[in-house]
């Protein structure tokens, strides 16, 4: 089955306790991205990926850092959480770029940063 | 910078009413990609729209695209309990890469 997979689906851990969340496509995909969603913010591009070893800012990169050393995998990587990191995650995935590409959506993973 | 404004924010209906919901920018978009968005799940891809003037249905979903790509409006027929979600527009942004989104429109069909 064609999917997008995340891990962890929550976790709970304390700030600067450094931790990364996983994201995997099974698509052979080559655009990868990181968005948070917070209430009243909606959806908000952090980093995304054109390809291997190719990333970019999105539109809230601080506090986070990325790696696309190999096609499949997009992790996201938090070495110094805060508590304003605290909101729910999604890794996307599409064949090529963003334009007339549909993106595909793991099922999130939600932060609490305490 | 590129936004996106989505509206109304939230929309409580019953069962069987039609709705519209906007999406409209000061920009000018390549394309727009409207999702919807179930509770505890990522957002899925509904329609995407390309030309100006353009117009796509989907069973009771109809989506429209502005002369100007400037907008999109999506319209829901008879609206049934199964269509309540979240529904975001998306479109890109400042470069190839760059997907922004409208902080989108809370559904709710009651029955």
């Known amino acids: 089955e064609a999917q997008v997979t995340q891990n962890p689906r929550y976790l709970i851990t304390v700030t600067g306790k450094k931790l990364t969340v996983t994201c995997s496509q099974n698509m052979n995909h080559e655009y990868m991205s990181w968005y948070r969603q917070d209430p009243g913010l909606g959806l908000r591009q952090i980093y995304y990926s054109m390809n291997v070893e190719v990333t970019d800012k999105g539109d809230v990169p601080e506090g986070y850092k990325v790696s696309r050393k190999e096609k499949r995998n997009f992790p996201l990587i938090l070495e110094s959480p805060s508590p304003n990191q605290t909101s729910l995650y999604f890794c996307?995935?599409?064949?090529?770029?963003?334009?007339?590409?549909?993106?595909?959506f793991g099922d999130g993973t939600r932060l609490s940063i305490l | 910078t590129q936004l996106l404004e989505q509206s109304p924010q939230f929309l409580s209906i019953q069962e069987g009413e039609n709705l519209t919901v906007y999406c409209n920018s000061s920009?000018?978009?390549?394309?727009l990609q409207w999702y919807r968005q179930e509770p505890g799940e990522g957002p899925v891809l509904l329609v995407t729209v390309v030309t100006g003037g353009e117009v796509k249905k989907l069973k009771r979903l109809t989506f429209q695209f502005g002369d100007a790509r400037k907008d999109s409006s999506l319209h829901i027929t008879a609206a049934q309990p199964g269509d309540t979600g979240l529904y975001l527009c998306?479109?890109?942004?400042?470069?190839?890469?760059?997907?922004?989104f409208g902080k989108g429109t809370k559904l709710s069909v009651k029955p």
């Open positions: 920009s000018v978009f390549s394309s």
């Open positions: 998306a479109g890109t942004g400042r470069s190839q890469g760059n997907l922004i």
């Open positions: 996307a995935s599409s064949f090529r770029g963003i334009s007339n590409q549909p993106q595909h």
